[in-house]
């Protein structure tokens, strides 16, 4: 998961895109980057780190032009490099710069097919680098001459819908052409479009998500469809075009569980809204599981659980307590690399009040269990606080299953529920007792704000996957590669060198 925004302006966007990587911060705190368009020239700036620290003053100086695009990255099983850190550039053809959320499934194919075919050298092992230069590809074939249209545009991105597999939402700049935006056709990872009127004429922005555009004064208009492509020129003109064969809507529902911030709103459907109805069906499952006068207390484990613990607590007629209180100047948990890490940052990250818990039987709810290391040092915690019983409840139900659409759970023995029954996941995180969302529930918590989503990728929790192309061998593989990074790296070489010896023969 990552955060990309892309701008169209009539003044000069380095200050509009570096707030709009503040405001999409929580998607990814391991890198950012900023390319933006003069002219036929980029400029660009990217690195490890926060936003905030990636970008000084002389950086945002030399980043000149009235487009640009943005990204922040959070770490994937891959390299953490800052040769990875996105926006990336290739200089034919008209030059291009790219940035993209999610993940492609087919990626190692395409950059074999990248070097074979099309002769394109790939030089890392970013999914988002090989996207651009598939995009590069047919954007070159689509034309004829030293011109290119929105109608090759959007026939470059009808091929490359074809040739690629996955979720992707990107945003690329064309050199001194403008802003090109897509989504996959079964829209995984969300898109929006935004829309400002200045005195010289209306500007556009893209994002991740809602809230990018309306903190900075861009009236929402609506979510990119699936499989839908839009090119803004540098005169703020906009043409849009379905290129997909077989669109349909599927949004991610670990979005609406906890990726996404609260004040936003995806494919018509408000975050907050729905994580309030994840705690109304929550608490009708555990009215059903747990005696209430079991439970003395409801606590969040913030941020993201808050809104279902209040409506859950307000459901059970039960008091809600803020037990636990946030260091925010520690990251996502979830994101960082490693369970070491991760293990030790919940301890900085939270500090709990020993007069919420003392001599109490306590609730607390969180939006997910997913590798348990967290859960298990939060019930710790709650004991060391003076809780005489601790009851767990998640908003999710069990992540059971790899996310192979760009959230970082693909091995299965990284998760806690898998191959495991709700009373072993119980033990392992040393809870009294756990209850867990069911897969309905939750899926009906999202689409009661919106009654037009039908469908959702929710693959982690009921190992479906929408794209068709996920099979128990390529997990296998991912897991193999993952767990033997430095073997799948010494093989990757050995196949480059054989590629460039057929290729000198």
């Given at each position: 998961m990552c955060g990309i925004v892309g701008v169209v302006s009539h003044s000069p966007v380095n200050q509009l895109i570096y707030d709009a990587l503040l405001l999409l911060q929580h998607r990814g705190q391991d890198a950012a980057g900023i390319a933006t368009n003069l002219g036929n020239t980029f400029s660009m700036h990217k690195a490890n780190g926060l936003v905030r620290d990636v970008f000084r003053t002389r950086n945002m100086r030399s980043l000149q032009g009235n487009s640009g695009i943005g990204h922040v990255r959070y770490p994937t099983a891959g390299s953490s490099s800052e040769e990875e850190a996105q926006p990336f550039y290739v200089n034919a053809p008209f030059g291009i710069t790219l940035a993209?959320?999610?993940?492609?499934?087919?990626?190692?194919?395409?950059?074999d097919d990248m070097f074979k075919i099309d002769r394109r050298h790939i030089n890392t092992d970013s999914d988002s680098e090989v996207l651009l230069n598939v995009l590069?590809?047919?954007?070159?074939?689509?034309t004829s001459g030293y011109s290119l249209d929105p109608a090759a545009m959007f026939k470059a991105v009808s091929v490359l819908h074809k040739r690629v597999r996955g979720a992707y939402a990107?945003?690329?700049?064309?050199?001194?052409?403008?802003?090109?935006?897509?989504?996959?056709?079964?829209?995984?990872?969300?898109?929006?479009?935004?829309?400002a009127e200045s005195d010289k004429g209306p500007e556009y922005?893209?994002?991740?998500?809602s809230v990018a555009l309306e903190g900075l004064g861009f009236r929402f208009l609506r979510d990119v469809m699936p499989g839908e492509a839009i090119f803004v020129d540098l005169d703020g003109r906009l043409y849009n075009q379905q290129c997909a064969e077989n669109p349909s809507l599927n949004p991610c529902a670990f979005e609406f569980v906890y990726l996404a911030r609260p004040d936003s709103v995806i494919d018509g459907a408000s975050v907050y809204a729905s994580r309030l109805k994840m705690g109304e069906y929550l608490a009708q499952k555990i009215r059903t599981q747990i005696?209430?006068?079991?439970i003395d207390v409801v606590m969040p484990i913030p941020d993201s659980?808050?809104?279902?613990a209040m409506e859950l607590a307000m459901n059970l007629n039960l008091d809600y307590r803020e037990g636990f209180i946030k260091n925010r100047y520690i990251g996502r948990t979830f994101m960082m690399p490693g369970q070491a890490i991760r293990r030790k940052s919940?301890?900085?990250k939270l500090n709990a009040m020993p007069s919420e818990f003392k001599g109490k039987s306590v609730l607390l709810v969180d939006d997910s269990i997913v590798r348990g290391t967290t859960s298990r040092e939060i019930v710790q915690m709650a004991r060391d606080a003076g809780a005489k019983r601790v009851i767990f409840a998640s908003a999710a139900p069990p992540v059971k299953f790899p996310n192979v659409y760009g959230i970082d759970m693909p091995t299965r023995d990284e998760l806690i529920a898998y191959g495991r029954s709700d009373e072993e996941v119980c033990r392992e995180i040393t809870a009294d007792a756990l209850v867990y969302q069911d897969i309905d529930a939750l899926k009906r918590a999202i689409s009661d704000t919106n009654p037009a989503l039908k469908n959702f990728e929710a693959s982690c929790f009921d190992g479906l996957y929408v794209t068709g192309d996920v099979s128990r061998d390529y997990l296998d593989r991912i897991e193999f590669a993952r767990n033997n990074p430095k073997l799948v790296a010494e093989d990757a070489v050995r196949s480059q060198l054989n590629l460039n010896l057929v290729s000198a023969d």
């Open positions: 993209h959320n999610g993940n492609l499934t087919n990626w190692e194919q395409l950059k590069a590809h047919e954007i070159q074939e689509a990107a945003v690329a700049q064309i050199a001194g052409l403008g802003l090109l935006a897509f989504r996959d056709p079964f829209g995984i990872r969300p898109l929006c479009l935004g829309f922005m893209v994002a991740s998500e005696p209430l006068g079991d659980s808050r809104p279902a919940v301890r900085q």
